[in-house]
């Protein structure tokens, strides 16, 4: 089992753990602090988290394998966590379910969600699974996407596309960020970020709401 914490001189590194104690530091300590429940404290279990960070940026990105595990952030954990983010989370084995403002969703391989990490969730996965997870600070994201907490809501399709060049952007991120200077680390993953405002601004579910919210917000005023 690896010990290391991950800290600004290790902000590329592999992360393992065969303890369940271990992994919810190493979660907490790449993410923000989360609850995690394993379904049974003696349960075998097995994780591991390779990161890549921007020097001098909250931005990072992840690719996290493990066991079974759920994953909750409570209003407690918000209020003494000063540095919010968002996190996009692509599984690529397995399903994941998450729970946030009160709508549920089942999100397969092959598509993403956006967790805000400043709002209370649920978050989990049945069986093994491996996934890419994009961490965004909240200011940069929401200075660069409108009511960025609306995307929450939806699943994201990963198939085709956009949705898919932004997926295959986050890999290459991950094969070149090592080779960039801290500058251009920065720049690679505001890239990316560019690359999901596409990719969620066109939702034609989330631009329906708004219009809906609209008409309901004229109707009240009129």
């Not at 491996?130 to 809501?153: A, L, N, T």
Request: aromatic content about 10%; some cysteine; overall charge neutral.
């Amino acid at each position: 089992m690896n010990n290391a914490s991950l800290d600004n001189s290790q902000s590329n590194a592999m992360l393992s753990s065969d303890s369940q104690q271990r992994w919810t530091q190493l979660v907490s300590q790449t993410y923000f602090p989360l609850t995690l429940n394993y379904g049974h404290a003696q349960a075998p279990f097995q994780g591991s988290l390779k990161v890549w960070k921007a020097e001098g940026s909250d931005f990072s990105l992840s690719r996290l394998c493990s066991y079974k595990a759920e994953y909750s952030r409570c209003q407690s954990q918000i209020a003494q966590d000063d540095h919010a983010s968002f996190l996009v989370t692509i599984p690529l084995r397995t399903q994941v379910f998450f729970s946030q403002h009160g709508r549920s969703l089942d999100c397969p391989p092959g598509h993403f969600i956006v967790e805000q990490g400043d709002a209370p969730y649920r978050f989990g996965y049945e069986d093994p699974n491996d996934m890419w997870v994009f961490k965004i600070p909240s200011q940069v994201m929401k200075h660069r996407i409108r009511r960025p907490e609306r995307y929450s809501q939806h699943c994201f399709s990963a198939q085709k596309g956009i949705g898919c060049a932004f997926v295959e952007f986050l890999m290459i991120c991950s094969q070149r960020v090592n080779e960039c200077c801290p500058d251009d680390q920065n720049r690679l993953f505001e890239q990316a970020l560019s690359m999901l405002s596409l990719v969620l601004e066109q939702d034609e579910r989330v631009l329906n709401s708004d219009q809906s919210h609209l008409k309901t917000a004229h109707l009240i005023r009129s």
